[in-house]
């Protein structure tokens, strides 16, 4: 099966979680837009809050939250962060990225579960669970990377499940949202919106519904006025960052790396400062920096993360562009 290490990094995001040791006060659920959009680092360096990001590829909603159910076996955060652009798609649409969702979950049932929901018509569950009967093929494919890896561990890639990129490529000209036949969101994804509340309630846990400041894919009015009227109903806290952008002192001729769909490192760390104040002073999250043991752990954390930040910088210095992604 592929390695997820060079040519499609994101594949190894959902596996790094397990190798974490202890609680996290804040767990983002989603897809691109929360693991492109929120530095973990600096929302501890500045707010002494401890974070981890469960992001994937087009991380459907029902992956959302049978890996939201996964985490809480595991931990019992304070707050819960989804991103809503999940709420367009209401049925399986590729299998490559469900596998990037898939793929690096520990059997558990929360997986089995979350296989069931993702399958297209024609897929089968063993193919899920027993990659071989899909792969088996791939003995012609086979590079250095997947002999290189297979009894050697990946080490780390990730900063608490954030996709680092510090390359700049400013937006030029936004693509209009094409008119759709339907504004309304599914019932599929509804039905699993509610799951996602339900589950954070019966844990007493806060969940905060965003939507990240991309601008493409086009977010329409339309799908806006359905989410402030769901989170009203429901005592919700909800933000679309697209409305802030000049608040949080996003530039999009430096803070995206794609012409502006995904932000960069120094748009993440904008959004966290932002997000963080939110976080501190709305739901009296406590600063956790005078705790020794944890900023120990932290301390390691923060130094993997300078070290990246700088080697990517270096690689743009010298050659014009990033030519690998980790340190």
Known sequence: MPKYVSAIAEGSLIEEYYGEKGNHDVIFVGDCEVYESFSPITLWERYGITSYIRGSAQ??????????????????PEVVVFNVLAMKYDKP????????ALDGMKMSFSKLKSIRASMLEDESIMDYLFPLLRYHSR??????EDFQYVYKEKGKMFHNGYYMRADVKPVGSVPVGKKLPDYRFGEKAYH??????KLCKKNDIEL?????????PYWY?????QMEQYAENHGLKYINFLKL????????????YDAGLHLNVSGAEKMSDYFGRILSETYQLKDRRNDEALSKLWRGKVDFYYQMKENQYMQIEE?????????
């Open 59 to 76: 991380q459907l909603i029902w992956q959302s939250y049978y890996l939201l159910e996964e985490t809480l076996k595991y931990e019992k």
């Open 93 to 100: 649409q590729k299998e490559a990225y469900n596998r990037l």
């Open 139 to 144: 003995w012609s494919e086979l590079t250095k």
């Open 192 to 197: 699993y919106l509610n799951r996602i509340v």
């Open 208 to 216: 905060i519904l965003i939507k990240a400041p991309s601008l493409y």
């Open 221 to 225: 009015d339309e799908w806006e006025v």
């Open 245 to 256: 952008i000049d608040e949080v002192g996003i530039d999009f001729n430096e803070d995206t």
């Open 319 to 327: 050659y014009g562009h990033l030519k690998n992604l980790g340190i």
